[in-house]
Nanobody, 124 residues
Framework: QVQLVESGGGLVQAGGSLRLSCKAS????????MGWFRQAPGNERGIVAA????????YYADSVEGRFTISRDNAKNTVYLQMNSLNPDDTAVYYC?????????????????WGQGTQVTVSS
């Protein structure tokens, strides 16, 4: 089992940047695909970015491609999401996800372990 704790959310103006972190505890962090999802009020939870266990493969939603970067440090059991050029549409609760037996393209809201989420609010 994996426990996940997100941090780094907050209030930022449009055009600004934030860096989210997700610290994992438990066993075999380096075996898990890791993903960032987000959920805005009234919307379903959707994938933002994902990274393979070794960090060699990544996936991004079209809406964040070129603005967000996912990375991981297996020695620190931590995955990061660098978010640049933020806009109000990025406002949501951001969740960290850990899953086995999948690919970065197939990360799903229906599987894996979740953190408690961190709020990101982008003002116009």
């Amino acid at each position: 089992q994996v426990q996940l704790v997100e941090s780094g959310g907050g209030l930022v103006q449009a055009g600004g940047s934030l860096r989210l972190s997700c610290k994992a505890s438990g066993r075999a962090f380096s075996a898990y695909n890791m993903g960032w999802f987000r959920q805005a009020p009234g919307n379903e939870r959707g994938i933002v970015a994902a990274i393979s266990p070794s960090g060699t493969r990544t996936y991004y939603a079209d809406s964040v491609e070129g603005r967000f970067t996912i990375s991981r440090d297996n020695a620190k059991n931590t995955v990061y999401l660098q978010m640049n050029s933020l806009n109000p549409d990025d406002t949501a609760v951001y969740y960290c996800n850990a899953a086995l037996g999948t690919s970065v393209q197939a990360m799903s809201p229906q599987r894996g372990y979740w953190g408690q989420g961190t709020q990101v609010t982008v003002s116009s």
